[in-house]
């Protein structure tokens, strides 16, 4: 089993970790750690390899006292982040997806946020959301 984790240093993606950690350990599955950037206009090399490596020291921070298989994944495209992740999610074969949302009012809660909104309708398989 796979199970996707879309993480931006965010309280919710965190939390979004952690849970999906409890599930990986229960379903013996492998964790797919996702960080994605739009890439508008041209990025600096410094900048990509600070963000990747950011991505990984707080996952192996995380996960350091589990015996969770991992994996970390940067996403650097032109498509709109959730287009990225739920395309990475097809080709990956991906079982599930973890997606920490942000607590809105009423009518903010019809629209989640566009990605995490993106991710919901768009994905091929189930999506645990978070707050």
Not at 21 to 31: C, D, F, T
Not at 80 to 95: M, P, S
Request: proline share 2%; aromatic share 6%; hydrophobic share 40%.
């Amino acid at each position: 089993m796979k199970i996707m984790v879309c993480y931006d240093k965010s309280p919710q993606a965190k939390a979004a970790l952690k849970l999906a950690i409890e599930h990986a350990k229960v379903w013996n599955a492998q964790l797919l750690i996702v960080n994605s950037i739009c890439r508008g206009l041209p990025l600096k090399h410094s900048f990509i390899k600070e963000t990747k490596q950011n991505l990984e020291d707080e996952t192996n921070d995380l996960l350091k006292e589990t015996s969770c298989s991992y994996e970390t994944h940067l996403l650097i495209s032109a498509y709109d982040v959730g287009e990225q992740l739920v395309d990475f999610a097809k080709r990956n074969n991906i079982d599930q997806i973890f997606i920490g949302i942000i607590k809105k009012s009423k009518v903010g809660k019809l629209l989640f946020g566009s990605t995490a909104q993106y991710v919901i309708l768009s994905a091929s398989c189930p999506v645990v959301t978070i707050q």
